[in-house]
């Protein structure tokens, strides 16, 4: 399975990857490696590419954290699996724990994997455009500060693959509302079009947070222009598979 990785989280302490659509089991729409389970695609086929993730990354593929995302700003803590539960609603899960894998999935939207070294906590945040205006990043790090002790400043943020802005047009409310939020900069207007860079808002977000600029990756892949290698909710017009970010803290 291809999997791609940042040079800014150290894979020593630490495992982490980005999915994308390549080398799965699964069938149009879903082809290949679909790690979504609530997106009409078949169950076993799924279980399937989890196996071989959790084999690839060696863990124990029961032992995962998900989330149901609702594009909120909302973040939970997590101490154990949820594998055998429902998953908690939120957008957002992070962690102190050894050996739990926190696992975000994208279909444009940003996959951000937090790390904070000295604090030893981790992150998966989902984050799109709703996520992005209503700041979920820094509800993640409050967090990951109220409950870990975890300082902005040692925090190292990837953000994965996810729509450029050209390829990101959005309606004039939504220019409005970022207009209203102050994110006017984040915006390109071509005539009476407008394009989001919804990664430009996070990237601010996270200094506005204390995070330093030399720690944070922002990958320079779009899923809509390389659609054939990443799932794409826009290019694949709404019917399509999930990847996933996957952060776990290793023992
Ligand atoms: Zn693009």
Known sequence: ?????????????????????????????????????????????????????????????????????????????????????????????????????????????????????????????????????????????????EHFDSKSENIIAVLGPSICQNCYEVNEKIYEEAKHLRYDNTVLQKEDRFFLHVNQILVQQLQECGVAKSHIEVMQHCTSCEHHTFFSYRADSGTTGRQAGIIMLRS
């Not at 982490?16 to 799965?24: D, L, M, P, V, Y």
């Not at 594009?71 to 724990?97: F, G, K, W, Y």
């Open 1 to 145: 399975m291809k999997l791609f990785t940042s040079k800014l989280l150290p894979s020593t302490l630490l495992t982490h990857a980005f999915t994308c659509r390549t080398g799965g089991n699964g069938r149009a729409p879903y082809c290949s490696n679909n790690m979504a389970f609530h997106v009409g695609d078949h169950p076993a086929v799924v279980t399937r590419n989890h196996l071989v993730l959790a084999a690839q990354l060696q863990y124990r593929h029961h032992v995962l954290a998900t989330m149901k995302q609702l594009h909120s700003n909302r973040v939970m803590v997590v101490s154990t699996s949820n594998s055998n539960t429902l998953p908690p609603e939120c957008d957002a899960l992070i962690t102190n724990q050894i050996d739990l894998p926190l696992m975000v999935m994208t279909a444009d939207c940003t996959p951000i994997l937090l790390y904070d070294p000295d604090a030893h906590a981790i992150a998966a945040i989902h984050a799109g455009r709703a996520g992005a205006f209503q700041n979920i990043i820094k509800n993640s790090i409050t967090m990951m500060a």
